[in-house]
Structures are given as structure tokens and as C-alpha cells.
């Protein structure tokens, strides 16, 4: 079956746009999160949904949102981009992540010029 | 709050070698636990899990068990091989929540 599917995979933003990248979950998985993976910071958490809905997020500021869709398919959006924001964003996506954990997509590379 | 502390790399082994990457965690109830592996240019793969107390998760040769009583789960593999050069990450989420909290990776390279 189709894994996690995200786009784009590489974005190039000047500071101050925004940026809006997409995540496609394995089908029949309602839970979707995504995370931030910088050299620095490692693994940080953004934000995760379920059935269209915030169950958590991470310390972030509001410039950082995201949304999800009946279809399970998610979107974040960050505004007013910092040199900073360069990162690789992980979406994923699980049935239970308790018991299976997460399966991961391969990342949008986004780079803040 | 819940954490996981992992191993400083990188770590560097011949092929065939045994390979040990060490990860503590704290958290507050059961948490599950997870090995994660990253290949360059990729996302996170899912390599092993435990979802209780004194389970072993097992996948491609690598082991790993849960021990409560030493709030560890230490990644383990009798024999590398060059295709195991990978980062690896331990990583938990608690029964409350829904958030993985990730240790800082493990950079291994085998060489042949």
C-alpha cells in the first residue's frame, strides 16, 4: 500500500513568504503529526490531528498552523518565514501510535533564504 | 516531562561487529517505546517496538528490550553490515498523548 506521501520535497522561500506543504497519510490512518528535524534542535513536535481536529501541540510559535481534512489529508503553513524555519518537516501518520507508532514520510526540505 | 537520553555518536564498527546504542527514558505511566532508523535524504523508518514492560522487539537481526527497572531500551545487533549505516533514533510516547519525544540520534557508519 502507498506510504506517506509528502510535497513538495525540496522548497526554496525568502525570508518574510509563507510556505504551505501537504501530507498524504496511509489510507485508513486518522492520526497525522508532523515535526521539525534541524541539525541543532533534532525531532521537535509541531502539532498533531485527528479526525480533523488538534489533539496536541508543540512549542511553537503561532506562525506555525496546520489543518487536516476529512480525507485525513493534513497541511501546516508557516507565516512570516525566519532564516530559522529551515528545516526538514516530517509529516506522519498512524492507526493507533501507541501500539504501531508512526510511519513517516520522506520530508519537505524547506530552505529560508 | 517525559524524555528519552541517547548515546553520543557517531559510532564507527567494522562489518560483523556487535553493535550497542544505549537509550534511557523518563516518563510518567507506560510509555511505549521505538527504534527509528534514517537513512540520508529520508525520512524516519520504523525499526523495532515494545509496548509493555519486558517485551523484546525484534526486526532485521536488531533486538531491543524494554526494562522498566532500569527505564532502559539499549538497541542491539549481533553482526553489522555496511547497509546498517544509518542514523537511529529511541523514541517514546506515553498512553496520555500522542506525542513521540525522539533522542538526539545515533550516527553509525560500518566499514567493510
Known amino acids: 500500500k502507498a506510504g506517506v506521501t509528502q510535497t513538495p520535497r525540496y522548497l526554496i522561500k525568502t525570508r518574510g513568504q509563507q510556505v504551505t506543504l501537504s501530507c498524504s497519510p496511509i489510507?485508513?490512518?486518522?492520526?497525522v503529526s508532523w515535526y521539525q528535524q534541524t541539525p541543532g534542535q533534532g525531532l521537535q513536535f509541531l502539532f498533531e490531528?485527528?479526525?480533523?481536529?488538534?489533539?496536541n501541540k508543540g512549542n511553537f510559535p503561532g506562525r506555525f498552523s496546520g489543518r487536516q481534512f476529512s480525507n485525513s489529508r493534513s497541511e501546516m503553513n508557516v507565516s512570516t518565514l525566519e532564516l530559522g524555519d529551515s528545516a526538514l518537516y516530517l509529516c506522519?501518520?498512524?492507526?493507533?501510535?501507541?501500539?504501531?507508532?508512526?510511519?513517516f514520510g520522506s520530508g519537505t526540505r524547506l530552505t529560508v533564504v | 516531562g517525559d524524555s528519552v537520553t541517547q548515546m553520543e555518536g557517531p559510532v564507527t564498527l567494522s562489518e560483523e561487529a556487535f553493535l550497542t546504542i544505549n537509550c534511557t527514558y523518563t516518563?510518567?505511566?507506560?510509555?511505549?517505546l521505538f527504534w527509528y532508523v534514517q537513512y540520508p535524504g529520508e525520512g524516519l523508518q520504523l525499526l523495532l517496538k515494545a509496548t509493555k514492560a519486558d517485551d523484546k522487539g525484534s526486526n532485521k537481526g536488531f533486538e531491543a528490550t524494554y526494562r522498566k527497572e532500569t527505564t532502559s531500551f539499549h538497541l542491539e545487533k549481533g553482526s553489522v553490515q555496511v547497509s546498517d549505516s544509518a542514523v537511529y533514533f529511541c523514541?517514546?510516547?506515553?498512553?496520555?498523548?500522542?506525542?513521540?519525544?525522539f533522542g538526539t540520534g545515533t550516527s553509525l557508519t560500518v566499514i567493510p
Open positions: 490531528y485527528f479526525s480533523e481536529t488538534q489533539r
Open positions: 516518563a510518567t505511566g507506560y510509555p511505549s
Open positions: 506522519a501518520s498512524s492507526l493507533d501510535s501507541t501500539t504501531y507508532g508512526y510511519t
Open positions: 523514541a517514546l510516547t506515553a498512553n496520555t498523548g500522542n506525542q513521540f519525544y
Open positions: 489510507s485508513g490512518h486518522r492520526s
